[in-house]
Each structure stands twice: as C-alpha cells, then as structure tokens.
C-alpha cells in the first residue's frame, strides 16, 4: 500500500478489510507520532510546574495563618 491520505467514514472503514483497516491505523499513527509525543512531554512537564506552584502556594499560606495565628492570638 502507498502512503497517502485516507478520507473515508466509518461504514467505508468497516466494510474494509482487516489488514487494510490496520494499514490506515498504523499510517495514521506514524504521520502524527512526533507531534504527539511533544504535546505528551509538554503536558508531563507542565504537571512537574503545578504541583511546584501549589507547594510553593501552600508553604505561602502556611506561613502566613501562623503570622497572623501568632500576631493575632497574644
């Protein structure tokens, strides 16, 4: 098989062989793998920064109730 853009619906699909239907998926698959693969990394490191942000954001407001915890309760 070529490699070549596929534009068909589902029932066309469906009628469609087996071994041709896994050449379009496996096709499909290798076209977009780099793009996935960078929107996947970004994703995973973004994680990494919001779990930092939220514990520098706890740590803040911690310190902050026992500022005012002891400045407020003498």
Same mark, same amino acid.
Not at 13 to 22: A, G, I, M, R
Not at 35 to 50: F, G, N, P, S
Not at 59 to 72: K, M, P, R, Y
């Given at each position: @098989?070529?490699?070549?853009?596929?534009?068909?619906?589902?029932?066309?699909?469906?009628?469609?062989?087996?071994?041709?239907?896994?050449?379009?998926?496996?096709?499909?698959?290798?076209?977009?793998?780099?793009? @996935?693969?960078?929107?996947?990394?970004?994703?995973?490191?973004?994680?990494?920064?919001?779990?930092?942000?939220?514990?520098?954001?706890?740590?803040?407001?911690?310190?902050?109730?026992?500022?005012?915890?002891?400045?407020?309760n003498k």
């Open positions: @098989m070529t490699n070549e853009a596929y534009e068909i619906d589902e029932f066309t699909f469906k009628k469609l062989p087996v071994e041709n239907q896994n050449w379009i998926l496996y096709n499909t698959f290798n076209k977009y793998r780099t793009d @996935m693969e960078t929107r996947v990394c970004a994703i995973e490191k973004r994680k990494l920064i919001y779990k930092v942000i939220a514990g520098a954001a706890g740590f803040i407001g911690g310190f902050i109730a026992v500022l005012t915890n002891a400045l407020f």
